[in-house]
C-alpha cells in the first residue's frame, strides 16, 4: 500500500499565495504522476496539476499562470505552489499518486486525505 501525506493549506485572503506538501510513502514501484486535485463544495472533483515522471507537467485552465507543481522523485514529494488565490480556489485539495505495480494490468491511483483550502478575507 501507499500513504499519501499532505500539508499545508489553511485560511487564505484573496490575492494571497498558498503552499501545499505531499509525502508518499509505502510500497513504490514505479511512479507515473504525481498531482493534486480539488473538490469544491457541490462539485465534482478536478484537476489542478500533476507531473509525470519524466518532468512533464499539465495545469488546469484555472490555475495556469498561476500555479507551479514540482517533484522531488529521491524522497517522492510534490509540492504545489499557487499564487494569486481567488475564492473560487476554495476546495479540499486532495494529493493524487499514480504507479504501475508488477502484477496488475493497469496503473493504481492513490490519496491523499486532504487539505482544506479556504480563501476569504
Known amino acids: 500500500q501507499v500513504q499519501l501525506v499532505e500539508s499545508g493549506g489553511g485560511l487564505v485572503q484573496p490575492g494571497g499565495s498558498l503552499s501545499l506538501s505531499c509525502a508518499a510513502s509505502g510500497t513504490i514501484y514505479s511512479i507515473i504522476a504525481m498531482g493534486w486535485y480539488r473538490q469544491a463544495p457541490g462539485k465534482e472533483r478536478e484537476l489542478v496539476a500533476l507531473i509525470s515522471s519524466g518532468g512533464s507537467t499539465n495545469y488546469a485552465a484555472s490555475v495556469k499562470g498561476r500555479c507551479t507543481i514540482s517533484r522531488n522523485s529521491a524522497k517522492n514529494t510534490v509540492s504545489l505552489q499557487l499564487n494569486s488565490l481567488k475564492p473560487e480556489d476554495t476546495a479540499v485539495y486532495y494529493c493524487?499518486?499514480?504507479?504501475?505495480?508488477?502484477?496488475?494490468?493497469?496503473?493504481?491511483?492513490?490519496w491523499g486525505q486532504g487539505t482544506q483550502v479556504t480563501v476569504s478575507s
Open positions: 493524487n499518486l499514480q504507479q504501475r505495480r508488477p502484477t496488475a494490468l493497469s496503473p493504481t491511483n492513490y
